[in-house]
């Protein structure tokens, strides 16, 4: 694995975890999309787990250090495994799907609706985890949970879908900057 590389996805988790869906001074959270994209570009089960930790630290130092609520800490909090295993997941199997060679960098639709399916069970996992076992609604039922599928799941699908397709144009144009300049040379 190139650290260098990796670089860029960690930064982005470090800068955008704080707020879920962002706010007038905040990115939306990144992380869907920083494991996807970790899977996609490194087959390496240790930056899975590097990710996790960083996931981890900064939850503490916002929720400790920063005044950022707890809310969302429960015991359903350790469902985020689960959760970002399955865009890690989704990432290595559209790694099947996308050519690297030369300028030539493309990610087919295959590799899209396995995006938006490991998003759609990556919000299912977290979600249903946090509804079932977080103790915040004693009087879940499925009417309830149907709601809040239909109130939260668009901006949570749609963040790490956005990440996941900008990080992929940015990685498609670092990788034809040789061939332009090339060009443009001769």
Known sequence: MNYKTALPLVALMGATRMHHFGDAFSLPDASLAVFFLAGLFFNSRAFFGALLLEAS??????????????FCVSPAYAFLIPTYFAMWFGGRLSANFKSMQGSEFTLSIPAMATLFVATSSAYLISNGSFYWLSGKFPQADFAQYAERVSHYYAPYAGYAVMYAVV?????????????????KTA
């Open 167 to 183: 990080g992929f144009a940015v990685v498609r144009v670092v990788k034809s900057l040789p061939d332009l300049m090339a060009r």
């Open 57 to 70: 630290l900064l939850d503490y130092v916002a929720i400790s250090h920063l005044g950022v609520s707890d």
